[in-house]
């Protein structure tokens, strides 16, 4: 309790120093007050998070260091779909899949009455509504890129492994499901529900989003893509450290994302089906990149920018790698 409370209170300074700077450096013109609020929201995210898991996991390790147990032995005993797994994928990996492609198929034939209910007058009569799923889309993206970068840049300077992980490995899963992502947007080149009224979801041409612009580049859901990769990434990296708290962060990470996805839903930018492409397409890429990361450790990626160190010296900076981050 003594190391949460101060976590809490070492982000605290920090975030005060951040608000008092914001303040004098963000104009307070109408207009820019959401930006900087919005941003704001982030930058707490991002000391905040970085605190509490690097305060909170490592005395753990310290403290006991004969009774933690390795990495491989947390996945394998904690979870099958984490990251140690000695096949990347696994016959849960096909059951997982299988009930995404149900989800996606059965939503086509709703698509169309949903965004009717949903572009319903009394639906979009709360401005609370609309101005929080703004900022809920804006957290996914790109925010999930500024909350990884931040994660990463902080646990590679407070030397916080699992923080450094955390941010590195969801940036990872990020960028690599919104590639596939939006690969699969200019294939399909679907149009979205305010480019066909509402009516016509099945508005579906081939390679027309390559060209067609966004407004033909709905399928599937670039912000639900970005939402639950983060999510799944979170999940699989906290199991490792905290297998018997699941139940909290699974829920609180795949419950924003659904809300990201809901919210993209409301503001009549996307279909129901696409959503839930999206999210399949994120929930495979955060738990692949994870468990393929602490399968081969000795990947580039996390022999580059986890083993690497920067240090000031004489004649500048000086870079070095090291066997173990």
Not at 177 to 195: D, E, F, N, Q, W
Not at 219 to 243: I, K, L, M, Y
């Amino acid at each position: 309790m003594r190391l949460w409370r101060s976590a809490n209170r070492k982000a605290g300074v920090f975030l005060a120093i951040l608000d008092s700077l914001t303040a004098n450096t963000v104009s307070r013109r109408e207009g820019l007050e959401p930006v900087r609020t919005v941003t704001s929201r982030i930058a707490v995210i991002i000391i905040t998070a970085a605190f509490r898991l690097g305060i909170l996991a490592q005395p753990a390790v310290a403290q006991q260091p004969s009774l933690v147990p390795t990495d491989s032995t947390i996945a394998s005993r904690t979870d099958p779909l984490d990251a140690s797994a000695k096949t990347l994928f696994t016959y849960r990996d096909a059951v997982l899949a299988g009930g995404f492609a149900v989800l996606t198929v059965a939503m086509f034939p709703v698509d169309r009455s949903l965004a009717t209910r949903l572009q319903d007058s009394s639906t979009q009569a709360s401005h609370l509504v609309k101005n929080a799923s703004r900022d809920v889309q804006f957290i996914a993206d790109p925010g999930s890129i500024f909350i990884g970068v931040g994660l990463y840049g902080v646990g590679r300077i407070a030397r916080w492994k699992e923080v450094a992980d955390l941010g590195l490995h969801g940036t990872e899963a990020v960028a690599l499901s919104g590639s596939i992502t939006a690969l699969l947007k200019g294939i399909a080149g679907r149009g979205r529900p305010y480019v066909s009224g509402d009516t016509n979801p099945h508005d579906f041409k081939f390679g027309r989003g390559f060209r067609g612009g966004g407004q033909y580049a709905s399928f599937p859901s670039g912000h639900s893509t970005v939402a639950f990769a983060a999510a799944a990434a979170v999940t699989s990296e906290s199991r490792r450290w905290w297998p018997h708290e699941q139940w909290i962060v699974a829920p609180v990470m795949y419950g924003g994302a659904t809300l990201v996805g809901l919210s993209r839903m409301y503001n009549n930018a996307h279909w129901a089906s696409d959503v839930a492409l999206g999210a399949a397409i994120g929930t495979f890429s955060g738990i692949k990149v994870v468990r393929y990361s602490h399968a081969h450790a000795d990947n580039f990626i996390d022999r580059a920018l986890l083993h690497m160190s920067i240090a000031p010296a004489n004649d500048g900076v000086r870079v070095a790698w090291t066997a173990s981050p």
